[in-house]
């Protein structure tokens, strides 16, 4: 039990935290966004797949880090393509197509790995972490928080920049416009699909990211799957921050603990069946749902399609 308390615990626990809790972080800022312009996007975890997988190509044959980033929200976004010209153009069900995109991108991406690499399992060039003058020192949580690649602290600005666009910018009340009040967004010509499409094309670069992250900073590889849930994870946190974006922060990193819990007490030698850690993060979603899941914030017409013709 003393293992619990040690500084290779509470160090291991947090650093991984903030590892696993990044990729949460960028993809449940894209979904806040698509949430709040009235689009579901239950594809996310398809987008991260996704992104995992071009920011794995990318960074193996450009030797580049930025570039596998780079290529990784890319990937994300024309898949998100799919999201847009489907629903928001086309007006089919939100739920469906992000289901049919998550699996289509599970079985693409296995199958490009299984056909290119599965002989070898290359693995991307390993990244550099920058530690933060002072504060990577401080005792036991200092190098957790603050010894990363330049990609992590990214995401923190990335999403005070987002708070802020949402908040008090013209094209942050557009887009709460789509996704309460369409029609009167309509009227004010402020352009219904046109707002949509720029919000779930945002989500689909941000879900890349998130997807890439893991792939170039945390595993260091490519495997079939790799995402395991975790853009369904990241929808749930969109919907618990209720609107309020800056708190994904806070949630991607106790919910990344949650998931780096393994490594943690393995490192500490504390014996604990690995299943029963591994259902922590779902155990632990289930029960915040209960608690505050009816409190959430959700847009009037979310997952709603917009028509014209219709009042």
């Known amino acids: ?19 696993a809790g990044i990729p949460l972080i960028y993809a449940g800022l894209g979904e806040a966004i698509s949430e709040r312009a009235g689009v579901l996007n239950v594809g996310l975890e398809g987008m991260m797949l996704g992104g995992a997988y071009g920011g794995f190509v990318g960074a193996l044959h450009f030797h580049s880090t930025w570039f596998g980033l780079l290529s990784g929200g890319l990937t994300g976004m024309i898949i998100s393509l799919f999201m847009v010209v489907l629903c928001v153009r086309l007006n089919s069900n939100q739920i469906v197509v992000g289901i ?12 490009l790995h299984g056909a290119i690499y599965a002989d070898t399992y290359p693995r991307v060039p390993v990244v550099h972490p920058y530690a933060i003058p002072f504060l990577s020192n401080i005792p036991i949580i200092g190098p957790g ?16 920049f987002v708070s802020w666009v ?17 029609h009167a967004l309509e009227a004010a ?16 670069l941000l879900a890349g990211l998130g997807g890439s992250f893991i792939v170039l ?36 990193v106790l919910f990344g603990m949650s998931l780096s819990l393994t490594t943690a007490l393995q490192l500490a030698g504390i014996d604990v069946p690995i299943d029963l850690v591994l259902m922590l993060p ?19 017409a979310l997952a709603l399609p917009y028509d014209r013709e219709q009042r």
């Open 217 to 252: 900073v945390g595993a260091g590889l490519f495997v079939p799957f790799i995402t395991n849930g975790k853009g369904f994870l990241a929808i749930v946190l969109a919907m618990l921050v209720r609107g309020r974006v800056r708190w994904l922060i806070v949630a991607g």
């Open 282 to 300: 779902f155990v632990l979603i289930i029960v915040v749902l209960f608690a505050f899941g009816r409190r959430s914030y959700l847009p009037a």
């Open 100 to 111: 049919a995109i998550t699996l289509g991108a599970e079985g693409v991406t296995a199958l």
């Open 189 to 204: 010509g402020g352009g219904v699909h046109r707002i949509r499409t720029i919000s779930v094309l945002s989500t689909g």
């Open 145 to 160: 928080f603050f010894n990363h690649h330049i990609s992590a602290y990214l995401a923190v600005v990335v999403v005070f």
């Open 166 to 182: 949402l908040k008090s910018t013209g094209i942050g009340l557009s887009i709460k416009a789509a996704g309460d009040q369409p």
């Open 1 to 19: 039990m003393n293992g619990l308390f040690s500084e290779v615990f509470i160090s291991s626990l947090v650093s991984g935290g903030v590892i």
